[in-house]
């Protein structure tokens, strides 16, 4: 008798679920009780962390018709982790935005990158560990790359604050990429098809947390933190637009 396969709407999704929000909760204690922000900043602070973390998991918690496995409890872990990072960027950016600081504090940098490097670095364990225990899914694969992207717009955020706002704007794009292209497809409704493998798109992918990473580093001159950064979005860029290209040449080819 096949044992029966664990589903994102059933009892094991929903605790992770509510683990994952209680883990959230117990942050943002920990971020309201080690800052001195303005009740109305950690406020904004709770609220956006609640919405990142709900935006990423809402998908996986509906799911009915693909198995939730090991690898999508990592996933989930790393949601936290990065929802975390988002509701600490109010604390950064208020004094940046209001003036009173060109950038922001050294002691957020450090923190941002102390929840943003794990929830980096277990980006290639969950897949793993996917196709160890032969639970990979279409599903569990899109989950994965939501929470790459929110990580990546928290990330650019940070680091745009770090670089200098408003003139540090271009670097938002890296993490705004990924949503403009879902935005084109669907204005374009002819490039939704699978993309080739490429191993090009792999690798430009994967360095640009790293390099936003290292681009938050206190450590880091800011005009090598700068350089890095243009140079990882000029990548993502020609890695982008070499995807449009053939999506827009295959549509044509088959119109």
Request: proline share 6%; with cysteine; net charge positive.
């Amino acid at each position: 008798m096949p044992l029966a396969r664990s589903t994102a709407s059933g009892p094991s999704a929903r605790r992770d679920g509510l683990l994952a929000f209680a883990g959230l909760g117990a942050g943002l204690v920990v971020l309201g009780a080690a800052t001195q922000a303005p009740a109305a900043v950690l406020a904004v602070s709770a609220l956006l962390g609640l919405a990142v973390l709900g935006a990423v998991v809402r998908s996986t918690l509906r799911r009915r018709a693909e198995p939730y496995g090991p690898a999508d409890r990592v996933t989930v872990a790393r949601s936290v982790l990065v929802a975390l990072c988002a509701a600490l960027l109010p604390v950064g950016l208020a004094p940046v935005l209001a003036g009173r600081a060109q950038e922001p504090d050294e002691t957020w940098c450090w923190a941002v990158v102390a929840l943003a490097l794990p929830a980096w670095l277990l980006d290639g364990i969950d897949g793993r560990v996917a196709r160890r225990t032969g639970t990979a899914t279409r599903a569990g694969a899109r989950f994965d790359q939501e929470v790459d992207a929110a990580l990546l717009l928290v990330l650019a955020l940070a680091v745009s604050a770090r670089l200098g706002l408003p003139g540090a704007w271009w670097v938002l794009l890296i993490g705004a990429l990924r949503y403009l292209f879902l935005l084109g497809l669907r204005a374009r409704p002819a490039w939704r098809r699978p993309l080739p493998f490429s191993s090009y798109r792999r690798v430009v992918a994967g360095i640009q947390g790293g390099v936003l990473l290292g681009a938050l580093v206190p450590l880091v001159p800011l005009p090598l933190a700068a350089a890095a950064t243009a140079v990882a979005l000029a990548l993502l860029l020609v890695s982008f637009g070499r995807d449009v290209l053939w999506l827009e040449r295959t549509a044509r080819g088959l119109s």
